[in-house]
């Protein structure tokens, strides 16, 4: 196994070539190309110290925050109902257009994904029931830093929303050049969705204020907990979803945006190349990689990032993003090979561009969403495809799934036994029981039928 610099008209996107290797799993995700700038453990210390500050201040600490890291003044984060119609009033409506295209899409597929109550009668007279019970309320968050994200403003609320969620508050960061207030695509998308509580509140102390909830004080509006906070951030949200994670439900630990394209020598340089670029222009940090057994390819693709890079608009950011440790080129043996690769990497995003691209696709275990073939670029997910864009990265595509309808829903068992069909399992009961040196339950069976 070797990481180089390859030959090629963008050295600085970096190769590792795993040719000819037999490793094992453990050994195969540690040679994984990932960030090296930021980590959970590095930025520990001063989310906990938000989360402290949040719990125990308040609406105080919220203020002091929001004027650290965003440079606003606030005396309370609601946004005023008025300011989400204005927002909307002034909405462009070839942007209008495309937010109801992308959440009628969404909608669509986020209620069918809605399951069905389950009732079984193992035995007469002993009934089991799985009852899906939306949670009561939830806080979405939008991040708000280098990229305005609207579109998670419909990946975060459509799915609560057709999970049966009543209670649904959004927060995203406030902007200084909008007078403190989230970006108003934001805001108008949220109208657009008849979300009335939204907050213009950013980064950890966010997910702080949706976790431990803020006390109501003078005549500053109570901001109530929540039980299951979603959406993407930066590592410092990811950081504070960890730590509540145990008092509130999360989707995943979303940090970065990360892309990875399996292709063979049938796949297109200059599409692979642009989908690389799409996802490098979200973040400095975020992660582009192509895994293939064709160094030919891999070439081509380099002479394409050089080019198209040169001319998308923020240049500065893609090429730090293609040239750091995250991203690269990962050469393998074969698609087989390929295939073990991908599900190494688990992908928040993976692009299928190979010969029988669905039998391919089929056989991925690990990523967040896949994409297959020339027509469905990670961008068509991240706006109209009607799948969820809040997916999980850095590996844990491995455990964890992408936000969906299910995110805000618990499965409830009900149980309800007649006297015949207590009787006829009663001994079971009594003897395992018994077999656990708990004797009072089998004791709770017989005095029913003493």
């Known amino acids: 196994m070797t990481a180089q610099t390859a030959p090629g008209s963008f050295d600085a996107f970096r190769t590792i070539d795993l040719r000819g290797t037999h490793l094992s799993t453990a050994e195969l995700r540690a040679a994984m190309p990932r960030s090296t700038t930021s980590s959970f453990e590095s930025v520990a210390s001063r989310v906990e110290d938000i989360i402290v500050a949040v719990r125990s201040r308040g609406f105080d600490a919220l203020s002091e925050l929001a004027q650290r890291f965003d440079g606003v003044e606030q005396f309370h984060p609601r946004v005023p109902a008025e300011a989400l119609s204005e927002a909307l009033r002034a909405l462009s409506p070839d942007v209008r257009a495309a937010l109801e295209e992308s959440i009628d899409r969404a909608r669509v597929f986020a209620l069918a994904q809605k399951p069905q109550d389950v009732v079984v009668e193992i035995r007469p007279g002993a009934a089991l029931t799985q009852r899906w019970v939306p949670v009561g309320r939830v806080g979405l968050y939008v991040p708000g830093g280098l990229a305005v994200l609207a579109s998670s403003v419909i990946m975060n609320v459509v799915p609560a929303q057709a999970a049966g969620v009543q ?11 909008f007078g403190g207030l989230p970006h108003p695509v934001i805001l108008a998308a949220a109208e657009l969705l ?53 008092m ?53 693709v380099r002479a394409e990032l050089s080019i198209q890079a040169k ?101 409830m068992q009900v149980i309800d036994y007649s006297a015949d069909a207590l009787r006829e399992v009663s001994e079971h009961v009594v003897q395992l029981a018994q077999a656990e040196d708990l004797p009072g339950h089998g004791d709770a069976v017989r005095v029913r039928f003493s």
């Open 167 to 177: 209670s649904i508050a959004l927060a995203s960061p406030p902007q200084k050049e």
């Open 194 to 246: 008849g979300v009335k509580e939204v907050y213009g509140i950013g980064g950890a102390q966010a997910i702080a204020a949706f976790a431990h909830g803020v006390s109501g004080e003078e005549d500053r509006t109570a901001i109530e907990p929540v039980d299951v906070v979603t959406g993407p951030g930066n590592i410092y949200v990811a950081t504070a979803k960890r730590l509540v994670k145990g």
């Open 248 to 300: 509130v439900g999360i989707d995943a630990e979303a940090g970065t945006t990360e892309i990875a394209v399996l292709a063979d020598g049938t796949a297109q340089p200059r599409l692979v190349a642009a989908d690389l670029i799409s996802q490098a222009e979200h973040d400095p940090n975020a992660a582009s990689v192509l895994i293939t057994p064709s160094v030919e390819l891999a070439a081509a």
């Open 311 to 411: 001319s998308t608009r923020h240049r500065e950011r893609v090429e730090t993003a293609l040239g750091g440790p995250q991203s690269g080129t990962i050469l393998v043996d074969n698609i087989d090979h390929g295939i073990a690769v991908c599900d190494a990497y688990a992908a928040e995003h993976l692009e299928i561009h190979t010969d029988q691209a669905p039998a391919v696709a089929a056989r991925i275990k690990n990523a967040g969403a896949i994409f297959v073939g020339d027509y469905s670029p990670v961008s068509l997910g991240d706006y109209c495809a009607g799948s969820n864009h809040v997916l999980p990265t850095a590996g844990t595509a491995a455990f964890a799934s992408g936000l969906s309808v299910f995110t805000f829903l618990r499965a």
